[in-house]
């Protein structure tokens, strides 16, 4: 099925360093979101996006929802070793339930 | 709140036999469930779409005789593995809507010897 262009696939970083990801579509959503998964477990959301344009803070993460609706970016400020896990987006067209998702980017940090 | 619980959590189970899933929205009512496959190091592939009171709808290429999903009530909806084999072992996520954003479960992991 469809999937979202999330990149990186993967990131290798410093504790302490910010972490920026994004994903994009060839088509508009209407609302973008952003889960974490740990390992054995299921995504959490982390932030929810529901219009053009609009940025939002959850603590250190930022997520901005893109002005042409087919784009959205997650950062992370300052990782701490928590952080670690696989980050996905995810997007929802109007008036549909079904979730769109990204591959995933993996974040691992060295302390 | 929004939380969603899975049961079980890890299942082990022999060629043949069938596997029920469990998924609760436990502090709120879910009109919608979503059950989801995860593969390892891959994303979430949705099987199909739950809503209480009718049947599901099922994504191509995903066996509704083979995965039965009952959603009985506005907190529970149900998968059944019908005739488990091995490659249907794998990570099995439920997600429940609340105003149209998904909240998911822990995930339970299915193993078929």
């Known amino acids: 099925g469809q999937q979202l262009n999330q990149s990186p696939q993967s990131m290798f970083i410093q504790e302490g360093e910010d972490v920026s990801m994004n994903c994009t579509s060839s088509?508009?959503?209407?609302?973008w979101l952003w889960y974490k998964q740990d390992p054995g477990e299921g995504p959490v959301l982390l932030i929810a996006l529901y219009k053009a344009g609009e940025l939002t803070s959850n603590g250190r993460l930022t997520a901005q929802f893109g002005i042409t609706r087919k784009d959205s970016f997650l950062n992370i400020s300052a990782s701490i070793p928590s952080d670690v896990g696989i980050y996905f987006c995810?997007?929802?067209?109007?008036?549909?339930?079904?979730?769109?998702f990204g591959q995933g980017t993996r974040l691992t940090i060295n302390p | 709140g929004a939380v969603v619980s899975q049961h079980p959590s890890r299942v082990i189970c022999k060629s043949g036999t069938s596997v029920k899933i469990e998924c609760r929205s436990l502090d709120f009512q879910a009109t919608t469930m979503f059950w989801y496959r995860q593969f390892p190091k891959q994303s979430l592939m949705l099987m199909a779409t739950?809503?209480?009171?009718?049947?599901?709808?099922?994504e191509q290429g995903v066996e509704k005789d083979k995965f039965l999903i009952n959603h009985a009530s506005l907190t529970l909806s149900t998968l059944t593995v019908t005739s488990a084999h091995p490659e249907d072992s794998s990570f099995y996520i439920c997600?429940?809507?609340?105003?149209?954003?998904?909240?998911f479960g822990p995930g339970t992991r299915l193993t078929v010897l």
């Open positions: 997600s429940a809507s609340r105003t149209d954003t998904q909240y």
């Open positions: 739950s809503n209480e009171g009718s049947k599901a709808t099922y």
């Open positions: 088509s508009i959503f209407n609302t």
């Open positions: 995810a997007g929802q067209r109007e008036g549909a339930q079904k979730l769109v």
